[in-house]
C-alpha cells in the first residue's frame, strides 16, 4: 500500500531536519580538522601529539560516516519528488513502514540492502 501523504509530509520533515543537522556537523567538523593546532611545536609533548592525531583521525572517519548518510537523505528526499520515496530502488518493492520508521533515507528493503551490501547485486 502506497504511502500516506500524511506520512510522506512526516517523513519529509524528518529527513529536511536531519540533512540540516547533519550539514552543519559536517562544516563544524571539516572546520575542526582544517583548523592547525595552535599548541603544535617543540613544547608539546608526543603522547598529546599522538592523541591530537588520533582525535583528527576519528574525525575524519565520522565525518565520512555522516557524508554517507548525508547523500542517502538526499536521496531520500530526490525520491519524494520523483514520487518513488517507500519504493526499492533495487527490487521495486514497497519498503515497509516500520524499516522508514527506523530509518527514514532508507532507498532498499532489508533484503536488497543484504544483497547490495554482500556485492550480490
Do not use: W
Not at 6 to 16: G, H, P
Amino acid at each position: 500500500m502506497p504511502l500516506k501523504r500524511k506520512d510522506l509530509d512526516k517523513f519529509k520533515a524528518i529527513l529536511e531536519t536531519m540533512h540540516k543537522q547533519l550539514a552543519h556537523s559536517l562544516e563544524s567538523n571539516a572546520q575542526q580538522v582544517k583548523q592547525p593546532d595552535e599548541a603544535t611545536g617543540y613544547s608539546q609533548h608526543q603522547a598529546d601529539e599522538g592523541t591530537d592525531d588520533f582525535d583528527r583521525t576519528i574525525n575524519i572517519e565520522v565525518t565520512g560516516k555522516e557524508l554517507k548518510i548525508l547523500k542517502q537523505i538526499e536521496r531520500a528526499l530526490d525520491k519524494m519528488e520523483e514520487e518513488t520515496y517507500g519504493t526499492c530502488d533495487i527490487s521495486g518493492e514497497e519498503i515497509p513502514l516500520a524499516r522508514l520508521e527506523a530509518i527514514p533515507y532508507a532507498t532498499m528493503t532489508v533484503k536488497s540492502q543484504e544483497k547490495f551490501e554482500k556485492g550480490v547485486i
